[in-house]
């Protein structure tokens, strides 16, 4: 490798953003042949806003629902209790405390609240609490299929509310999408988000393979699965979750917007949080490499 060649590679990466931590990430971006992508933060802008919500057979109302949630989501830290707490008090929804928190990763959250169990999350953690959606089931699969994270609410054991969650995806990431395939590499989208949700948002990208439902703690396992036979796999993401897996890739990119955990275990940082750098980065790469020959 020619320290030249080296040199200029990370200057013209540096010129829009795309910081390699070493020679390795540069030689690594070279030979990527398949890229795998985080959805929410790195495919959507991680910015999850409540679209709807509808009520089932409870007996409780709109606003009580709302009210319990808020008090179980104030808990947590995952995104989308953030975005059910501003719901909340955008509704002037009253603070009121919540005991006994559990999360659950990759469910959603249970606590205690005014005497109620209040279960928050997704289908699995229903099942896992052994409450059946009901009539809810319907308003769940239409929100799916609509792009939307279906969170739902049980009290008490009984399905109680589907709120609808959406995040819209970031401008450029469609034209990464085709950018990355015009380079010859396969696009993979990777989220702990549900089947449907994914299919829909990975459909209007243009990526063709969605690994949906994954476990945080598998995320790693999935890109170990990729690189069988000896493929040479890029991971981008920006989440606490997404760590292991940037550690485990030939190449972890990280998005500068994203969480330092992700940006230390990462071999390239977006600064500017644009996907379309991720074809930049792999290009820089391979220039870099033919110079070195
Ligand atoms: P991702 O961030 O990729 O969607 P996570 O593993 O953090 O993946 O979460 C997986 C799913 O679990 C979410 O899509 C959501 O349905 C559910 N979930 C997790 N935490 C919460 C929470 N605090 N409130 C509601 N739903 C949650
Ligand atoms: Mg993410």
Do not use: C, W, Y
Not at 18 to 46: H, P, Q
Not at 143 to 165: E, F, M, R, S
Not at 199 to 217: N, W
Not at 229 to 247: E, F, H, I, Q, T
């Amino acid at each position: 490798a020619t320290p030249t060649a080296i040199m200029v590679g990370t200057g013209l990466g540096a010129k829009r953003g795309v910081l390699f931590r070493n020679a390795l990430a540069l030689e690594a971006s070279a030979r990527i042949e398949v890229v795998v992508m985080d959805k929410t933060g790195t495919l959507t802008k991680g910015e999850p806003e409540v679209t709807d919500m509808v009520i089932g057979g409870s007996g409780l109302s709109e606003a009580e629902i709302l009210r319990l949630v808020a008090a179980v989501e104030r808990e947590s830290e995952h995104p989308l209790a953030g975005a059910i707490v501003r719901h909340a008090r955008e509704n002037g929804t009253p603070d009121i405390a919540a005991t006994r928190f559990e999360n659950v990763p990759g469910h959603g959250a249970i606590a205690e609240v005014e005497g109620h169990r209040v279960v928050v999350g997704n289908r699995r953690l229903l099942d896992r609490e052994g409450v059946d959606p009901g009539a809810l089931a319907s308003a769940r699969d239409t929100l799916a299929a609509t792009g939307h994270t279906a969170v739902l609410v049980a009290v008490d054991g009984v399905a109680a509310a589907v709120i609808g969650i959406a995040d819209a995806p970031r401008e450029t990431s469609a034209d990464a999408v085709a950018a990355l395939r015009e380079l010859g590499v396969e696009v993979v989208m990777l989220t702990g988000d549900n089947h449907a949700t994914a299919a829909r948002i990975a459909r209007a990208m243009g990526i063709d393979t969605v690994v949906a439902e994954v476990l945080p703690g598998d995320k790693a396992a999935e890109i170990a699965r990729l690189q069988a036979g000896g493929r040479k796999v890029a991971m981008v993401g920006d989440g606490v979750n997404d760590a292991p897996a940037l550690a485990r890739a030939d190449l972890g990119i990280a998005i500068g917007a994203g969480t330092d955990v992700a940006i230390e275990a990462a071999d390239v940082v977006l600064m500017r949080s644009d996907p379309l750098d991720v074809a930049a980065a792999l290009r820089i790469g391979r220039g870099t490499l033919r110079k070195m020959r």
